[in-house]
């Protein structure tokens, strides 16, 4: 048979030019390093966005995963000495940015991008916005020391602004009470993250600015939420706050997040706590130091009394012998009991006062006793175990609930399963290679059959089918 070569004549090559194109034939690790030398050189650093997935840490410290957006994905791998310096945690789902540059992985063929730096998408945003309105209210003056007020000492009132339901209010709770049992405290419920959480804080502190009826008296306002991400406390960044915080004409202490974390409201109140228990002990002093403190004073100046009772003594001997050496001892006379006066009088308003700082003493003492921790604690335990009951109740419910369910899809299942329809006479019937038959058709004569019954299976040859 003869053979037709019907590619153009034109594209035809010789043989020359068949062998000289045999030389240059590349092996795949040299073509895919000369793509990874044209990703590398082409690209470069660069930032991309994307979508978190795939995320994996192995032992050695490396990370491993998949950034990906509505049209594509990305494979990256973050090495440990890189991952030492990413404030960024990774994870599943989360939007981030990453800086680096893309690669070919030559044992795979896989182009990858060897990540340097991550940050959560959207934080350069908020920074920005964070550094502009800083600036913007420090020129107003909002952020001046002149302006801001001093924190009453012993405070008998103090409002907190912050979530009903966080843990920095119970932290703070907890500590005004051990330390200073007597001071009232109110809580103004808001919330401290999210959409319309800036409105509800502003909304909160001009509540407390006008005094409302029906409220005592307020010594101190405190602004507090836990620690979390410059997201989580954004809502501390708000102009809407911060103009209502300035506008506050209460004592103020901000105490939003951590201690390395700052928001514009810290700027703005009249004083910052790093967090929130530090402002409950800025709050409340200590009921044993200020016992302590009192007793010192008292002793101070019962010895400054002393004193001077003494020097004026010596000072009116020494009076009284000058005017009796120059017979004047009439003129003295009244000066004397004039003296005597003065030392009843100032021995009894010491003895007054002595007697006002003890009751006041004794009055801190009992009220410190109804806060000891040993009674504290069994109140404590107490509260504890009833909510252990109630969690242990609600736990057998839910387990009896599920046992329940686990039974009811059991027999569910036990109905419409194949054992409950064989049960009830049917079977079936599976071919040599362990198929289910359908149709008669399926099977051939001479062929081997399983029929699959509710109790026993039954094998056989097949004779004819019809």
């Not at 309105?133 to 912050?162: H, S």
């Not at 009249?270 to 009921?287: F, K, V, Y």
């Amino acid at each position: 048979m003869d053979l037709f070569d019907f590619t153009p004549v034109s594209r035809r090559k010789s043989r020359e030019d068949k062998e000289k194109d045999a030389a240059q034939v590349e092996s795949v690790t040299q073509l895919t390093r000369r793509i990874r030398d044209l990703l590398e050189d082409g690209i470069g650093a660069v930032w991309v966005e994307g979508e978190v997935s795939n995320h994996r840490k192995q032992a050695s410290g490396h990370h491993y995963f998949t950034l990906k957006d509505g049209g594509a994905q990305l494979a990256c791998v973050l090495f440990k000495g890189n991952a030492a310096g990413v404030g960024a945690r990774l994870g599943d789902g989360l939007a981030v940015q990453v800086f680096g540059e893309v690669s070919v992985y030559e044992a795979r063929g896989q182009y990858q991008m060897i990540v340097r730096q991550v940050r959560q998408a959207g934080v350069g945003a908020l920074q920005a916005r964070f550094e502009a309105l800083k600036r913007r209210l420090m020129e107003e003056g909002l952020f001046e020391q002149d302006r801001k007020q001093p924190i009453p000492r012993f405070p008998l009132t103090v409002a907190i602004v912050t979530s009903p339901t966080g843990a920095a209010l119970q932290d703070m709770l907890n500590i005004l009470r051990r330390r200073a049992p007597w001071l009232r405290v109110l809580v103004c419920p808001v919330r401290v993250q999210g959409a319309g959480a800036a409105e509800e804080i502003a909304a909160a502190l001009r509540f407390l600015s006008n005094e409302p009826a029906g409220l005592p008296h307020i010594d101190t306002v405190v602004v507090a939420r836990g620690g979390g991400s410059l997201e989580d406390l954004w809502a501390f960044n708000e102009e809407v706050v911060a103009r209502a915080m300035a506008d506050c004409p209460l004592p103020l202490i901000s105490a939003v997040g951590h201690e390395i974390d700052f928001t514009i409201a810290d700027f703005v109140a009249d004083l910052r706590a790093p967090t929130p228990s530090a402002a409950a002990e800025l709050l409340a002093p200590d009921g044993a130091e200020l016992r302590a403190m009192l007793e010192r004073q008292g002793s101070r100046m019962q010895r400054r009394v002393e004193s001077l009772l003494m020097s004026w003594r010596r000072e009116l001997d020494l009076m009284s012998r000058g005017a009796l050496s120059r017979g004047g001892e009439r003129v003295l006379l009244p000066w004397r009991q004039r003296v005597d006066d003065l030392a009843e009088e100032l021995q009894t308003a010491v003895a007054d006062e002595m007697r006002t700082q003890r009751q006041r003493l004794l009055t801190l003492a009992h009220q410190l006793e109804r806060a000891r921790p040993d009674r504290v604690m069994m109140e404590r335990r107490a509260e504890l175990a009833l909510r252990r009951e109630r969690l242990e109740s609600r736990v057998l419910a839910a387990l009896t609930s599920r046992r329940n369910q686990v039974d009811q899809n059991r027999r569910q299942l036990q109905a419409l399963g194949p054992e409950a329809v064989l049960a009830r006479g049917f079977s079936y019937t599976l071919n040599a290679s362990g198929k289910v038959v359908r149709e008669a058709r399926e099977l051939k004569p001479g062929e081997e059959f399983t029929t699959q019954l509710g109790i026993g299976r039954v094998r056989g040859v097949v004779k004819a089918v019809e």
